[in-house]
């Protein structure tokens, strides 16, 4: 017979300056479980740790979601303003917690209203991902992300994609 999962339900925290003060327990949490494929990208670029430090005390808004039972499932960042960029920078890790009853709700439903709402504030979102992530790639595409054709080449010769999302009107 057919196997009916219940989504499960999830909380979201959005962090406060305070918080902010002491990232590190999270990190580490968060790398103890990190999909392979978020470690594989925050590698190619530099440390994970010290980008995701440095990424969640510029950031203007991060999101931490924990499932049921407390676990992390992952976090949504968006950055500052950028001298010279239009937009704000937007960057998701998740844990592989994620695949255990979330997927559905969390990484299609809740990133695409989280989205939705950051664009039709900032009107664009930006980032780049790792060329060999392919799974980012894909979600990237599937929640409206457009790439450019031209990889930026990182330090070490290593390929990155920089994509955007366009706010595309209600």
Not at 37 to 63: W, Y
Not at 135 to 156: C, M, Q
Request: glycine fraction near 10%.
């Amino acid at each position: 017979g057919r196997c009916l999962s219940v989504a499960k339900k999830w909380t979201v925290e959005i962090l406060d300056n305070k918080s902010k003060e002491n990232v590190v327990p999270l990190i580490e949490e968060l790398m103890q479980d990190i999909r392979p494929h978020d470690k594989e990208d925050l590698e190619a670029s530099s440390d994970p740790v010290f980008v995701l430090i440095g990424s969640i005390k510029l950031d203007e808004e991060t999101r931490v979601y924990r499932g049921e039972d407390g676990k992390l499932l992952a976090i949504f960042g968006k950055g500052t303003m950028e001298w010279g960029a239009p937009g704000r920078g937007i960057w998701m890790v998740g844990t592989n917690e994620l695949y255990n009853g979330y997927t559905k709700s969390l990484l299609f439903k809740e990133a695409k209203r989280v989205l939705n709402e950051w664009v039709r504030k900032h009107g664009l979102l930006h980032n780049i991902v790792y060329e060999k992530n392919r799974t980012s790639i894909n979600y990237l595409r599937h929640l409206g992300a457009v790439f450019l054709v031209e990889p930026k080449i990182g330090w070490d010769g290593k390929k990155f994609y920089q994509f955007y999302i366009p706010y595309r009107g209600e």
